[in-house]
């Protein structure tokens, strides 16, 4: 068998650029960041509109009225222009709604847009689709590598197990080499970038039907359809989840609720339905919300059975690409919520 080096030179070689990488992080930390607006600008295009992003947080200086916080399923199924309009008419002035929003699972995702963007601005309420029932991953979230970076926000990490520990600095040994590089070469978005306020990941499947069936145009609501509440999170609808939540999910669940607090902002949770939820009468919900943040707080929904009384399996499937709303189920959910959110923004004054 051939010897895994040829020299003793090719093995110290080998040895310091693996010591180099592995401490990259820290290196990087006392030489200097670049921009934390970098961190956010090397999001994947299929993980969401990440130059809007960016323009949320770092290019619009104006306080918002409602902030609309997220996953996937909020970005596809809630039109921010709708609400904003419905809000500036509400209050008789022009008003500012901002969505932060990517895609992908993970408790720590929302908690590291939410903690950025309270650094510049302070909306007067938050709107937060928390993680969806099933969402139990217990690990940071697939692109974490790009905005975890060694010496900030070190008093998020000095409580967790020592296990998640090393993972998050492995995420930060895996995405050092681009804060190198952007050190060296700045990382910045173009304004079309900046103004795509989607993603492609939406713009790919918004006008799909279910699981690639044709999409199917679908009567919207009469006037008289029925609308969403606004209720406490301990209300009997309020189904919680049948698993416990662990470790990793609990800390950022309960850390994005804490900071929302400390900057004194309003957060309301919102379900939105799914494509698992037909003829539901309650909502399901990931976790008892009394139990992780308090029942204090309150949560805007409306059961499946009553947002889409007297439709068939069929029909129901319409209004969904997978468990994501499409075009029918965006402009209905729309609908359906918007006047929950106004009331949630009028009860937080």
């Known amino acids: 068998m051939l010897p895994a080096f040829r020299s003793t030179r090719s093995l110290v070689a080998f040895c310091a650029l693996l010591i180099f990488i592995l401490t990259l992080p820290i290196t990087l930390s006392l030489i200097g960041l670049p921009p934390r607006e970098e961190a956010w600008s090397g999001i994947s295009i299929y993980r969401g509109a990440a130059g809007d992003v960016v323009r949320t947080i770092y290019d619009d200086h104006e306080d918002v009225d409602v902030l609309l916080l997220g996953p996937s399923l909020l970005r596809r199924g809630l039109s921010p222009e709708a609400v904003q309009e419905a809000l500036t008419k509400h209050l008789g002035r022009p008003s500012h ?40 991953f217990n690990e940071p979230h697939i692109q974490a590598y790009r905005w975890m970076r060694y010496g900030e926000f070190g008093d998020l990490f000095t ?10 600095y492995g995420d930060m040994v895996l995405g050092a080499p ?30 799909s039907g279910y699981f690639g069936a044709p999409f199917v145009p679908d009567a919207l609501p009469s006037d008289n359809h029925p609308i969403a509440t606004v209720m406490s999170v301990s209300s009997p609808i309020v189904h919680s989840g049948e698993k416990p939540l662990r470790s990793y999910q609990l800390k950022y669940l309960r850390s994005t609720a804490q900071l929302a607090k400390e900057k004194n902002c309003p957060l309301i949770l919102l379900h939105l339905p799914m494509d698992s939820e037909y003829g539901n009468s309650t909502l399901p919900e990931i976790a008892n919300w009394s139990d992780v943040l308090g029942p ?18 069929d029909r129901f ?12 189920g965006r402009q209905m ?13 009028d009860e937080s004054k």
């Open 97 to 136: 709604v901002a969505v932060l929003s990517l895609t992908g699972s993970g408790s720590d995702l929302p908690y590291f847009l939410l903690r950025d963007y309270l650094t510049y601005h302070h909306p007067k309420v938050i709107i937060w689709n928390e993680p969806e029932p099933g969402s139990y």
């Open 159 to 168: 409580d967790l197990p020592l296990f998640f520990r090393l993972q998050v």
């Open 178 to 207: 681009k804060e190198l590089l952007y050190k060296l070469r700045p990382n910045l978005l173009s304004e079309q970038e900046k103004a795509d306020r989607l993603g492609q990941d939406v713009e790919d499947h918004i006008n």
């Open 296 to 313: 204090g707080y309150q949560i805007i929904g409306l059961p499946a059975s009553v947002m889409f009384e007297g439709m068939t399996k």
């Open 317 to 328: 499937l319409h209004f969904f690409t997978d468990k994501h709303l499409n075009a029918n």
């Open 333 to 345: 959910a729309t609908s359906v919520f918007v006047p929950a959110i106004i009331e949630a923004y």
